[in-house]
């Protein structure tokens, strides 16, 4: 089975605050990617990164960056956190040709 | 552009059938995904199409017809377990191969 792996279920950190969330795969998949999911508003693709070192923006990059130093291993970072960026995140993996794999999700809430 | 629309919440009864549309424009179209969200969880993946035609999998079958830019996905017998969110997601080509979402159809299945 595919595993993706996150590494929070939730998360409460101040505005202002740098935020790390890690995320790893085991299926050595080649695309990851990073959603943040809110009502009304569906999935929404923050970045994503094709290879080792290689990054995309999505629809909604601003205020975040990532960093994928291993294959396994895709970060997303929030260099200074808001209030708006109170949500749930969702890290996911995939073949170019097959579906998505997702993990648990990382339920954040900025104060 | 690109849009999908599917409809924002559906009721359906215990033991009964019930089909999901979705909708979308796209100028790369290369395949449409389904996926299962329970509340507060991570969505799952049930079928993807790329062809034209019915795809049986169990209780869940997904159809597709390119030419109309329409799918759906039927859900036979159902159970309460089946109450969450469905989404319907199409692969872009002219996105980069990115998953465009739709905004989710919450069901609700009362006995």
């Known amino acids: 089975d595919v595993k993706v792996t996150q590494s929070s279920r939730y998360l409460v950190k101040r505005t202002g605050e740098k935020v790390f969330l890690e995320c790893v795969q085991d299926?050595?998949?080649?695309?990851m990617f990073w959603y943040r999911q809110d009502p009304g508003l569906g999935l929404r693709l923050i970045y994503f990164s094709y290879d080792v070192k290689m990054k995309e923006k999505g629809d909604i990059p601003e205020g975040y960056s990532v960093s994928r130093e291993k294959k396994e291993r895709f970060s997303l970072i929030l260099e200074s956190a808001s209030t708006n960026q109170t949500s749930m995140y969702l890290c996911a993996s995939g073949q170019f040709t097959d579906t998505q794999y997702f993990g648990p999700g990382t339920r954040l809430t900025v104060l | 552009g690109q849009n999908i629309d599917q409809p924002t919440e559906m009721t359906a009864t215990e033991g009964a059938i019930v089909q999901i549309n979705c909708t979308y424009q796209?100028?790369?179209?290369?395949?449409l995904f389904w996926y299962q969200q329970h509340a507060g969880e991570a969505p799952t993946f049930l079928s993807y199409n790329v062809l034209d035609g019915l795809e049986e999998k169990g209780r869940f079958s997904s159809f597709l017809s390119r030419s109309k830019g329409y799918s759906y996905l039927l859900l036979k017998e159902l159970q309460m377990k089946d109450s969450a969110s469905y989404l319907c997601?199409?692969?872009?080509?002219?996105?980069?191969?990115?998953?465009?979402f739709g905004q989710g159809t919450e069901l609700s299945v009362k006995p």
């Open positions: 796209t100028s790369g179209f290369n395949g």
């Open positions: 997601a199409v692969r872009d080509l002219s996105q980069g191969g990115k998953l465009i």
């Open positions: 299926m050595d998949h080649e695309n």
